[in-house]
């Protein structure tokens, strides 16, 4: 057989779980990445099961590795892994730090696609939210968002990022708020903006934050 040839059958025999990182020795996410541009270009559904099977290998840098190229595959397409929303919600309750907000992510990026089956676990989700690492707040405040995005949750999102916004730590507060204003309605609008002031006192020493918060405050008037 010739190299070419061996090259192919290798490429083409080795499993999903040959091409993470971890599998190549390497200690960068960067074949995580290459191959979750692979299999979402391809839409490769196969590989993806495959990925999700994974998430509960003995191997704890297997899991990492899965969910990293899982969620790299939601952020390019979403629908690719939103069927498997009941499976990232499970993921909250891992001891692992790195699959709880890793799932949190991939949460976040399918929020769109998927928005009434995460808001069924979301007592789940903002509980997971508020006693994790930054990360996975940020990715709570996406999924609050998200679903507040539709008219029918609206109003309820809305009072859920208003607490986000109230106790969020100062380095994430501009954020928080220029995410929740893309949701904000007429109705909740003069709570958005009182909480806003509320805050901006903790700003005042922080000129690029104040700004962003002027920038927003700006406007909604």
């Known amino acids: ?27 960068d996410e960067v074949p995580n990445q290459l191959l979750a541009k692979q299999i979402a270009g391809k839409s490769d559904k196969n590989a993806i099961k495959e990925l999700v099977e994974n998430l509960n290998n003995k191997d704890k840098k297997i899991q990492s590795d899965c969910i990293k190229t899982l969620y790299e595959i939601g952020e390019r397409k979403p629908e690719l892994i939103s069927p498997y929303v009941k499976n990232f919600i499970k993921l909250l309750d891992s001891k692992n730090n790195r699959l709880q907000w890793g799932a949190m992510t991939a949460l976040s990026s399918v929020v769109n696609e998927n928005p009434k ?3 069924s676990s979301l007592a789940k989700i903002v509980e997971v939210g508020d006693k994790g690492s930054v990360i996975t707040k940020d990715h709570l405040v996406k999924i609050l968002v998200g679903i507040g995005s539709n008219k029918q949750y609206n109003d309820s999102m809305f009072q859920l ?15 928080y708020i220029e995410s929740t204003a893309t949701i904000v309605s007429d109705k909740n ?10 805050r901006m006192k ?20």
């Open 117 to 119: 089956e995460i808001y």
């Open 161 to 175: 990022l208003l607490e986000q916004i109230k106790k969020s730590p100062v380095n994430q507060l501009p954020s």
């Open 1 to 27: 057989m010739s190299l070419y040839f061996l090259q192919k059958f290798i490429k083409h025999t080795m499993s999903v779980i040959d091409k993470l990182a971890s599998s190549l020795g390497r200690r």
């Open 202 to 221: 903790e700003v005042e020493d922080l000129l690029p934050k104040k700004k962003r918060m002027e920038k927003v405050l700006k406007n909604l008037y």
């Open 189 to 198: 609008k003069p709570a958005f903006i009182k909480a806003i002031n509320f």
